[in-house]
């Protein structure tokens, strides 16, 4: 069976690695951004502002929790990114042997 879009696209194979480094950087350094922020926040008096949803994890887990979840979504995209640019590859190798 033929591929139909074989050469069809420009598609860089790595652009979902790259793509999902950046995004799981981002996530990571903003959860290291917060810990220092809910840190400096914990030693002063002033009143901090939370999307209900980081106040039920700040609440449960503290700021520990908080830069967990964001490092592992920064983690999941990571390894997505990973994953889709090794099944590109493959699908090119699949391909090349059909010829």
Known sequence: MKNMYLNQSSRN?????????????ACIAFGC?????????????????????L???????????????????GLMSIISGYKKTSAYKRLIKATKKQR
């Open 33 to 53: 951004y917060l810990y220092s922020d809910l840190a400096a926040w914990e030693n002063s008096n002033e009143e901090m502002h939370l999307p209900a949803f």
């Open 13 to 25: 194979p790595n652009k979902p690695l790259f793509i999902g480094l950046l995004l799981g950087i």
């Open 55 to 73: 106040w039920g994890v700040y609440n449960h887990t503290g700021k520990i929790g908080i830069t967990g979840l964001f490092s592992g979504i």
